[in-house]
């Protein structure tokens, strides 16, 4: 007993706050998206007499209808939906210099070896974001707006050069959780900075009986459009840093602008309805395209000899490369006791986990942690096959 796993209790508080928040966010998003397609489309006649579509909940029945006011109409009990947003960007934030700075640096994969050195990355990190989104608004309220083709090329191109950059820096987990965070970002850049304040004017001008102002409300409109298409680009980025095969990969930047594309795809087919089914198309296409990109380098790149593989040979090399981390007592404490489930420290626990090192190490080629440092193409090859020859113990 003690309060020895207080920081880490304070990582999972967090993210279940950080995905509650954002569940709750999303969700009423999706349901205010899926209202307007009904209320615009020739849907409508499929619901109520009078257009207004009926809804079933084992909370009762609901009939929602949009509503205008008028000039001078004061609107009584008017519910927004904005602390969401907030609260999913804070927790967020906190949790993005919780576990990419405070924890040394690890998950960043830059050898960071001074205090003052991690300060200035935290740094740099917000700043990015900050400029990021400052691009994204200017970009969107310049001229070039007009032409809505182009400027989401500008838009998606811009990203693309940041995650590249990025990718120079950090690993591949990291510019994903950092894409995703500025993604997340904009979307609550849109919330509060064009979404609210057009909103804001509208039932100003209603209540006043004056004239609303059209170039806020269109602004709003066209942000809120963007943060439907974003949120499961969001979601997509967030969780893929859980699966090395795919950020940790060679082509990683290029996986990821696929990733984007699949998933604005997959918002179109919710969010249109029937119209919107070709874009499944899209959807299995960048999916399959993601998966041959992902696949790894065969082992028949380096020379084979068939020659059984002694695991003692296998054992050292594990020992020297993967029980600094791999073990119930390691080495080094980083990332705890053994991480991801996995320690080598008797001939079992390696035979155990025998297929999942070949995953790893030889098609995903993502261990060890951040690849650093990256193991030899001979290393692998011995590795790779050792389990293929059946993972034997002599
Ligand atoms: C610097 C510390 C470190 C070293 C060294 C290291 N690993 Fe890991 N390993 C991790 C961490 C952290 C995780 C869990 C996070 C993750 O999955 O990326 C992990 C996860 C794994 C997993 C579980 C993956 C899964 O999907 O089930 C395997 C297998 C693995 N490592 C194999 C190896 C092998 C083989 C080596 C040696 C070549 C090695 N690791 C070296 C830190 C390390």
């Known amino acids: 007993m003690g309060w020895y796993n207080l920081s880490e209790w304070l990582d999972l508080v967090l993210r279940w706050f950080h995905v509650m928040a954002a569940i709750t966010w999303i969700g009423s998003t999706f349901y205010f998206m899926w209202l307007g397609r009904i209320f615009a489309s020739s849907e409508r006649q499929l619901v109520g007499e009078s257009g207004e579509p009926w809804m079933i909940h084992s909370t009762g029945f609901a009939l929602t209808s949009k509503f205008k006011p008028g000039p001078g109409e004061a ?25 990419y700075f405070l924890s040394g640096g690890a998950y960043l994969a830059v050898k960071v070896v001074s205090t003052a050195e991690l300060i200035g990355y935290a740094a740099f990190s917000a700043a990015l974001i900050m400029i990021t989104w400052v691009v994204y608004d200017r970009l969107w309220e310049s001229a070039l707006a007009r032409r809505p083709v182009w400027a989401v090329g500008a838009s998606f191109a811009f990203l693309m050069l940041v995650a590249w950059g990025l990718s120079r820096i950090f690993t591949g987990r990291a510019v994903y959780v950092y894409v995703g965070s500025i993604l997340g970002t904009v979307m609550v850049g849109n919330v509060w900075l064009r979404v609210l304040p057009a909103v804001r004017d509208m039932t100003n001008a209603s209540e006043s009986g004056s004239a609303h102002n059209p170039a806020t409300w269109a602004s709003g409109q066209v942000r809120s459009l963007h943060n439907s298409y974003l949120a499961f680009p969001v979601v997509a980025l967030m969780l893929s840093i859980h699966r090395p095969a795919i950020h940790a990969s060679p082509l990683n930047v290029i996986v990821l602008a696929v990733l984007l594309i699949a998933f604005v795809a997959a918002r179109h087919i919710v969010v249109g309805g029937r119209r919107s089914k070709w874009a499944l198309g899209v959807v299995a296409l960048a999916l399959t395209g993601m998966i041959m990109m992902t696949g790894g380098t065969p082992l028949q790149d380096v020379q084979r000899s068939e020659a059984p593989i002694e695991f003692a040979v296998v054992r050292a090399l594990i020992t020297e490369r993967c029980l600094g981390c791999h073990s119930t007592t390691p080495a080094d404490r980083t990332f705890g006791v053994t991480p991801g489930g996995v320690s080598f420290d008797t001939p ?10 070949r995953q790893r190490i030889i098609a995903a080629e993502a261990m060890p942690f951040g690849n650093h440092p990256r193991p030899t193409a001979e290393e692998r090859d011995l590795l790779g096959r050792w389990v293929d020859q059946g993972a034997v113990l002599q």
Do not use: C, N, Q, Y
């Open 75 to 99: 609107l009584k009990m008017l519910h927004w939906f904005k602390r969401e947003s907030a609260l999913t960007w804070l927790s967020g934030i906190v949790l993005l210099f919780l576990v």
């Open 348 to 357: 079992e626990d390696i035979r155990r986990f025998a297929p999942r090192i």
